[in-house]
């Protein structure tokens, strides 16, 4: 379940915004704590969200790359 459902929040609600979404892209973190130190990423955020959502990029990389 995605983390915005499991809060009940509204589907417009999002956790990270487009800009800091594009700097994860970039520097692809692997851990939370070099996702809490891409800009826009707050630690509070990275803590309660950063596990699922390294999860879920890892997997997206993996199928970019194709393994």
């Known amino acids: 379940m995605c983390a915005g459902k499991r809060e009940n929040k509204p589907n417009y609600t999002h956790i990270f915004n487009s800009e ?4 994860i892209a970039v520097q692809l973190p692997l851990t939370v704590s070099e996702l809490a130190a891409v ?16 999860e879920i990029t890892m997997k997206f990389t993996c199928r970019l790359s194709g393994n």
């Not at 955020?45 to 959502?53: D, L, N, P, Q």
């Open 39 to 54: 800009e826009g990423v707050a630690a509070v955020k990275a803590e309660r969200y950063g596990t699922e959502f390294l």
């Open 20 to 23: 800091t979404l594009q700097r």
